[in-house]
């Protein structure tokens, strides 16, 4: 349920439990946590797809700012209109 809840796909978040120390996964989920804590309405890729996915299709994907992270990563701030 803690991986599902953060966006990982069922079938991966499943064979992350039978492949690793629940105290690991617990680890690895934290430092994600605290990133989306401090990201306020960033978006990870997966969840900008989905979000365009459930708001009128992948056309959407257009409207998101991209965010680049200190740490090289990108993020997406959805639209104006969508907060």
Same mark, same amino acid.
């Given at each position: 349920m803690m991986?599902?809840? #953060?966006?990982?796909?069922?079938?991966i978040a499943a064979q992350f439990v039978r492949q690793y120390d629940p105290r690991r996964i617990r680890r690895q989920v934290g430092p994600h946590d605290r990133q989306r804590a401090t990201g306020g309405d960033l978006m990870?890729? #997966?969840?900008?797809?989905?979000?365009?996915e459930a708001n009128g299709g992948l056309h959407r994907t257009d409207?998101?700012?991209v965010v680049k992270?200190?740490?090289g990563q990108t993020l997406f701030r959805p639209p104006v209109t969508a907060r």
């Open positions: 991986l599902l809840s #953060r966006g990982i796909a069922e079938g990870t890729h #997966r969840e900008m797809l989905r979000w365009c409207e998101f700012e992270q200190p740490d």
